[in-house]
């Protein structure tokens, strides 16, 4: 059975650099739950989204090794996604829990607990150049390394290395941005990868807010080769 795979880039900077790539199968039911990680392999994003109720929201989270409890970059695509075709929902339901969701101006918005997502371990380099000059550890490392671009505005440049749940280099992580702001407590623009940004906003209960730019790439019928 085929379905249409919609192909987004997330937290696009505001240049038009940078996005994190994402795909996107909004009749995820037409692709049975046993055949859901194959397929995520097969498309080669570093995650792919499920939807399986559209007006409610429920979805299921992939990257090419593991299912994802909670993921920002595809919960930020799927939300503004959602609104471009005509079913906007005001809350995501990923295995994880109800994730609130809303639009301001041009960046897609959704607030989640940072413990829902994969830990990283978030050490600070004394310079941007450190940041870009970083290896990639390998392994099963999780690691994010940030050094501050402007601290008094709360502009940092970061790298996520999500290489136990099989991603080399994250372009843009949303899971990361919830930790960055828990770890720091206050509002944050994060420049990611090539040049994505994650604008972040902490509350007082815990959660914290991550939100973005989302662009449409392309979309076209796709079928599993199985």
């Known amino acids: 059975m085929s379905t249409t795979l919609h192909v987004l880039r997330v937290f696009v900077g505001a240049g038009g650099a940078g996005g994190n790539p994402l795909g996107v199968l909004l009749n995820g039911a037409a692709i049975p739950a046993g055949e859901r990680q194959a397929v995520a392999v097969e498309l080669g994003f570093s995650e792919t989204v ?19 409890p909670l993921a920002g970059h595809p919960l930020v695509g799927t939300a503004w996604l959602l609104a471009l075709t005509g079913t906007p929902v005001e809350t995501l339901r990923p295995p994880a829990g109800d994730v609130p969701t809303w639009r301001e101006g041009e960046l897609t918005w959704i607030r989640g607990r940072p413990e829902w997502g994969p830990a990283y371990d978030k050490p600070r380099l004394d310079s941007i150049a450190a940041v870009d000059a970083f290896a ?91």
Do not use: C, K
Request: hydrophobic share 45%; aromatic share 6%; net charge negative.
């Open 136 to 226: 990639v550890p390998g392994g099963d490392a999780m690691l994010a390394p940030w050094a501050w671009e402007d601290e008094a505005a709360g502009r940092l440049r970061a790298r996520v290395f999500p290489n136990g749940i099989g991603i080399a280099e994250d372009e843009a992580t949303g899971a990361a941005a919830l930790q960055f702001g828990a770890l720091l407590g206050r509002d944050l623009v994060i420049r990611q990868g090539e040049g994505s940004e994650l604008h972040v906003r902490p509350a007082d209960d815990g959660t914290v807010a991550v939100g973005g730019r989302v662009e449409l790439v392309s979309q076209r019928s796709y079928a599993p080769r199985g």
């Open 50 to 68: 499920f939807v399986d109720d559209a007006a409610g929201g429920a979805l299921q989270i992939f990257t090419p090794a593991v299912e994802l």
